[in-house]
Each structure stands twice: as structure tokens, then as C-alpha cells.
């Protein structure tokens, strides 16, 4: 059973470019979270999302920033316009169920020039 | 709104010493406790996991206790190794709502030879 895969592992973009992070989780796990984490900061919910709802998005800035996770296919975390302080690392994790253990990926680290 | 706070943020140690990390929350009203490791540039893998019914939980040379009351967890490293060089995280996730765990800062551990 494949772990929780992100990808890519390393994403470069200039500012004003889009970014689009892909996480597949656990075979059998339907609860995706994304957190960042900045460089000397601690790890910061983002959003949690079941297959094709948003389940709490209170972590998201309110602008740029959106998550799916589709029916088929992985969820994205989709950054518009980045700026140079959107530089951080991305994290999915999964469970199989609400409040049960999360397993997290190896994350994306997000680099804006 | 929940403050995780970990003691100390960083440790360095000769290999075969006994450690304790702490941490430390302001809102006991929390579902359960987890204890993660990150290696540089990796993702977080669980250690320990303890509900808040539960008073600790061990695996091998780990061991986590909880005491709800006073908002504390400590995870204590026994024997330890070169190997067990690694950021160590504590996430508290509260009871109720999504159960989004709020992580502390980490602390920063080294064992040297």
C-alpha cells in the first residue's frame, strides 16, 4: 500500500505564475488536509477536504489560493499569482476517517523567484 | 484558539542519554495527542498517538504521556541514538468540529557519537 504521494516534489515559478500541487492519498483513505510550512514556523492547517466537498477551509487565505479533490484523480492545491512569500513547503495528509490518524506525504517545496 | 508550545526548540546530546521533550497546550478540551517526527526535507511520520481518555502510549525506546488537566504531553527518549536526530512535533487536535490538529513549533534534536 503506496504512502501518500505528492507531486512535484520541487515546484519553481516567478511571481505572478500559477502553482499546482498534487497529492494522491492512502489507497482507501477519502480525507485529504493540506498544511504549509514556512521556514521557522510551525507546520499551518490549510484546508480539509473529502471527495468533492470542502470541508473546512479556514486555513486558506482568501485570495489565490483554492483545493479540490475530485472524484477521480488526485487533489490539487492550486496557488494563482504567487508571491515570493508563498515560498514555503506544502504538505498532504490523509485519513480514512474524520479525527482518525493522518499520514502525511513528503511534500512540495515551493520556491518563488 | 488553541497554543501548542514545545520546550526546548532545540537539544543536543551525546549518544546513550535518557530525554524528555515537552509539550505544552492552553485549551484541554482536546480529542487526542500525537507525536510526529520530520527529517530535513522529508514529510512527518507519526510515533505516537494518545486519546484523551489515555494517559500514555509506547513503542520501543518512546514513550508519551498526557495530562489533560495541566496541558502537557511529554515524549521521552530512552537510550538515545544518532539516529534519532530529527525534528519532533506535537499536535493537539481538539474535540469536536473537524478535528483539525493545531501543531506546536517543534523541538530540534541531535545526538551526536
Known amino acids: 500500500n503506496a504512502g501518500v504521494m505528492q507531486n512535484p516534489r520541487h515546484l519553481v515559478r516567478r511571481r505572478g505564475q500559477e502553482a499546482r500541487l498534487r497529492c494522491s492519498p492512502m489507497?482507501?483513505?477519502?480525507?485529504v488536509y493540506w498544511y504549509r510550512q514556512l521556514p521557522e514556523e510551525g507546520l499551518k492547517f490549510m484546508v480539509y477536504?473529502?471527495?468533492?466537498?470542502?470541508?473546512?477551509e479556514s486555513g486558506m487565505p482568501k485570495e489565490r489560493f483554492s483545493a479540490e479533490f475530485p472524484k477521480e484523480g488526485p487533489s490539487i492545491l492550486r496557488i494563482q499569482q504567487v508571491v515570493r512569500g508563498d515560498s514555503a513547503a506544502y504538505f498532504c495528509?490523509?485519513?480514512?476517517?474524520?479525527?482518525?490518524?493522518?499520514?502525511f506525504g513528503p511534500g512540495t517545496r515551493l520556491l518563488v523567484l | 484558539k488553541q497554543e501548542v508550545t514545545q520546550i526546548p526548540a532545540a537539544l543536543s546530546v551525546p549518544e546513550g542519554e535518557n530525554l524528555v521533550l515537552n509539550c505544552s497546550f492552553t485549551?484541554?478540551?482536546?480529542?487526542?495527542l500525537q507525536w510526529f517526527r520530520q527529517d530535513p526535507g522529508k514529510g512527518l511520520t507519526s510515533l505516537l498517538l494518545?486519546?484523551?481518555?489515555?494517559r500514555e502510549q509506547t513503542s520501543g525506546r518512546l514513550n508519551a504521556s498526557l495530562d489533560k488537566s495541566s496541558g502537557r504531553s511529554t515524549l521521552y527518549i530512552a537510550a538515545s541514538q544518532p539516529g534519532d536526530s530529527a525534528t519532533y512535533l506535537c499536535?493537539?487536535?481538539?474535540?469536536?468540529?473537524?478535528?483539525?490538529?493545531?501543531f506546536g513549533r517543534g523541538t530540534s534534536l541531535i545526538v551526536h557519537p
Open positions: 477536504l473529502q471527495k468533492e466537498n470542502i470541508i473546512d
Open positions: 485549551d484541554s478540551a482536546i480529542y487526542n
Open positions: 495528509a490523509s485519513s480514512p476517517g474524520l479525527a482518525e490518524t493522518q499520514y
Open positions: 499536535a493537539v487536535s481538539p474535540s469536536g468540529g473537524s478535528y483539525i490538529p493545531t
Open positions: 494518545i486519546q484523551s481518555s489515555q
Open positions: 489507497k482507501g483513505h477519502s480525507h
